[in-house]
């Protein structure tokens, strides 16, 4: 998914926890080249399999499943309802283990949370070291790059601490 604006995490003005802070109000959905990506990647691995004269009995990608009467031939109808249920809740928003958002990093208060210490930038002394300073993330496992951030993070506060700016 590629960063687009309208993805974002704002306060709701109505909504209110038990505290009477305001909620979050997360809206994200897929772009028009997002779903044109999804397309074409499942059409690459159809393409790719069948050169490997191999069959594929049913695809399921976040646009949904295809040739979903091949799911499951075997199995009682409840078994293949509980399947189609459970994919949609498996391959939408909010789904994966490494999501990534929310505290934008940038070289302004006006267009970020954080500035690139993973300072936030209204509490300069509250550092965000999470994915959620990455707009997006790539295809594998952010951990090593937030172990990268917070080691430069944590040099940049002791060093701000030691000056007396912290």
Not at 32 to 49: A, G, H, S
Request: one cysteine or more.
């Amino acid at each position: 998914m590629l960063p687009r604006a309208e993805n974002r995490i704002t306060l709701d003005a109505r909504k209110k926890d038990a505290w009477g802070i305001p909620a979050p109000r997360i809206d994200c959905s897929f772009g028009n080249n997002d779903l044109i990506v999804m397309k074409e990647q499942l059409n690459t691995i159809k393409e790719m399999v069948s050169a490997c004269n191999y069959k594929i009995d049913f695809a399921g990608t976040a646009l949904g499943l295809e040739d979903a009467r091949n799911v499951m031939p075997d199995e009682s109808f409840l078994m293949k309802m509980i399947f189609r249920l459970s994919f949609k809740k498996s391959v939408g928003l909010g789904a994966a283990i490494h999501e990534s958002g929310g505290a934008r990093m940038g070289e302004t208060p006006n267009n970020s949370v954080l500035n690139n210490y993973n300072q936030c930038w209204d509490a300069s002394n509250v550092f965000v070291t999470d994915g959620a300073c990455f707009v997006t993330s790539g295809t594998v496992g952010p951990t090593l790059t937030m172990m990268a951030i917070t080691a430069r993070a944590c040099h940049y506060a002791a060093n701000q601490y030691m000056q007396g700016q912290l």
